[in-house]
């Protein structure tokens, strides 16, 4: 059964920084490229970034930025996501998922270009 399993998250102030680990299980995603999105309440899920299969390209979302850094380590099918000044806007339940095989990095703000999900983890800002 695949699994994808989110974990890092909790609550710090603002300015502070957070690192959310996803880690997969049940088949490796080393050949798939994998990104981060984000929920807060009342709003749709949002992209905040991904990630290719070899780690060369990732993508951010504008209001990520600068700030938080997608990665990976495929030898321990888990990706990262390091997240600096943290403001109370990022203040959401943050998804990891798994794109599908052959998918393109210019199209990984998309949801639908993700097969596999996890359950999420809440980050919260405290301003």
């Known amino acids: 059964q695949v699994q994808l399993v989110e974990s890092g998250g909790g609550l710090v102030q603002a300015g502070g920084s957070l690192r959310l680990s996803c880690a997969a299980s049940?088949?490796?995603?080393?050949?798939?490229?994998m990104g981060w999105f984000r929920q807060a309440p009342g709003n749709e899920r949002e992209f905040v970034a991904a990630i290719s299969w070899t780690g060369a390209n990732t993508l951010a979302a504008e209001p990520v930025k600068g700030r938080f850094t997608i990665s990976r380590d495929n030898a321990k099918n888990t990706v990262y996501l390091q997240m600096n000044s943290l403001k109370p806007e990022d203040t959401a339940v943050y998804y990891c998922?798994?794109?599908?095989?052959?998918?393109?990095?210019?199209?990984?703000?998309?949801?639908?270009?993700?097969?596999?999900w996890g359950q999420g983890t809440q980050v919260t800002v405290s301003s």
């Open positions: 049940g088949r490796t995603f080393r050949w798939n490229a």
């Open positions: 998922a798994a794109a599908y095989s052959g998918s393109r990095i210019y199209t990984l703000d998309r949801a639908r270009e993700y097969e596999h």
